[in-house]
Each structure stands twice: as structure tokens, then as C-alpha cells.
T-cell receptor, first 112, second 113 residues
Framework: ETGVTQSPTHLIKTRGQQVTLRCSSQ?????VSWYQQALGQGPQFIFQ???????GRGNFPPRFSGLQFPNYSSELNVNALELDDSALYLC???????????FGQGTRLTVV | GQQLNQSPQSMFIQEGEDVSMNCTSS?????WLWYKQDPGEGPVLLIA?????ELTSNGRLTAQFGITRKDSFLNISASIPSDVGIYFC?????????????FGKGTHLIIQP
């Protein structure tokens, strides 16, 4: 049990729609990062938030955006959903400068 | 996106056997991490390695950070049924993690009783 919780656990959306996924980080952790995990692959880094600012981003288009709130919880927003966006979306929290991240159970997004 | 080269892709072993898996990269990493992921769950951190040459144990698990900083291995001794799952290596270049973790594709461990 890592203390990182994500909601919802499963979601089905239609191509072209928008989706918001939520994450509550482990108590005291001020850094949140998001990953996309396609079936049979390792997680791919989307972006990281620290002190409510995005401070790192992977190779994902601008339609993937996020927010971090003063209580360190976070949202991932994806606009104009595409079929290839179907994946497990993982949130991970850590302390500033820490080099290990703790993951939530993920949100399974299916785009039809 | 870039992924680490993790091998083997899958392993079929007998309960009680030792397991060895490794991860290589063309780039240098300053931190190596090993995670285990069960179906429908997020990855769980097993071992973190912070210095080249470091050898760290966690119960029956032992991992090493390669001297070149481009590889790492994980050993599991005397495997038991609950070791079944997918094991991922992950590398981190910077201390703050702003460039995120780079993961391998995973090693799927299957144990035959």
C-alpha cells in the first residue's frame, strides 16, 4: 500500500472526447509524475509537477496537460482522445529530489 | 519513447529456483530502480540503487548498479509462487527526476509448482 490513490479505476471514452484523471499523492510527497503504460510495455513518462508547476515533460503532445493543487494532488487531462490513448495511466509521487517514486494502482482508460 | 533493454522477456522456472534478469542502456543513468507489477496494479518499488557498483539486498532479492552506469541486474533466490509477476527496471538521469523514469519492457516471471 503506497498511499497514492487514483480515480477512477476504469473509464471508457469515445474518440474526440476529453478526460480528466485524478491522483492523491502519498502524505508529505510534493512531487507528482504521470506515466502512460500501453499493454505489454513499460510505463512512459508524460510529465512531472512540483510546487504546482510542470518541471519536466516526456515525448507527449500538448493535448496531454496537467495540474497540481496546493495539497499536492494532481490531475491529468487529455483532449481530443485518440484510439491509441487507450492505456493504463499511472500516477507516482515522491519527495523533492528523491530518486524513487511510489505508484498508484492506475486508471485503465479505453477509447472507443 | 526510449526504453531500456531488459532481458529475458519471460522466464518459466520451477519453485525454489534462483532467477536472474538484467537491464542495459546506451545511456548513463545516475539511479537504477527495480519494480514489480501484478495484474491490475501499479508498479511496486523493490530496490533502489544510487551509486555505480552498489550491491543492495531486500530479503531474497539482490540488485547491482553496473560500474559503467549503463546496466543493472536483479537476482531472486529460492523463488516462491508469490514472486510471479512482471519485473521492470527503471533508470533516472537526474537527481530531481524532472526527466522522469525510463523503463524497460519488463520480464514476465512464471513459476511452475
Amino acid at each position: 500500500e503506497t498511499g497514492v490513490t487514483q480515480s477512477p479505476t476504469h473509464l471508457i471514452k469515445t474518440r474526440g472526447q476529453q478526460v480528466t484523471l485524478r491522483c492523491s499523492s502519498q502524505s508529505g510527497h510534493n512531487t507528482v509524475s504521470w506515466y502512460q503504460q500501453a499493454l505489454g510495455q513499460g510505463p512512459q513518462f508524460i510529465f512531472q509537477y512540483y510546487r504546482e508547476e510542470e518541471n519536466g515533460r516526456g515525448n507527449f503532445p500538448p493535448r496531454f496537460s496537467g495540474l497540481q493543487f496546493p495539497n499536492y494532488s494532481s490531475e491529468l487531462n487529455v483532449n481530443a482522445l485518440e484510439l491509441d490513448d487507450s492505456a493504463l495511466y499511472l500516477c507516482a509521487s515522491s519527495l523533492e529530489g528523491a530518486r524513487g517514486a511510489f505508484f498508484g494502482q492506475g486508471t485503465r482508460l479505453t477509447v472507443v | 519513447g526510449q526504453q531500456l533493454n531488459q532481458s529475458p522477456q519471460s522466464m518459466f522456472i520451477q519453485e525454489g529456483e534462483d532467477v536472474s534478469m538484467n537491464c542495459t542502456s546506451s545511456s548513463i543513468f545516475n539511479t537504477w530502480l527495480w519494480y514489480k507489477q501484478d495484474p491490475g496494479e501499479g508498479p511496486v518499488l523493490l530496490i533502489a540503487l544510487y551509486k555505480a557498483g552498489e550491491l543492495t539486498s531486500n530479503g531474497r532479492l539482490t540488485a547491482q548498479f553496473g560500474i559503467t552506469r549503463k546496466d543493472s541486474f536483479l537476482n531472486i533466490s529460492a523463488s516462491i509462487p508469490s514472486d510471479v509477476g512482471i519485473y521492470f527496471c527503471a533508470g533516472l538521469r537526474t537527481g530531481g527526476g524532472a526527466d522522469g523514469l525510463t523503463f524497460g519492457k519488463g520480464t514476465h516471471l512464471i513459476i511452475q509448482p
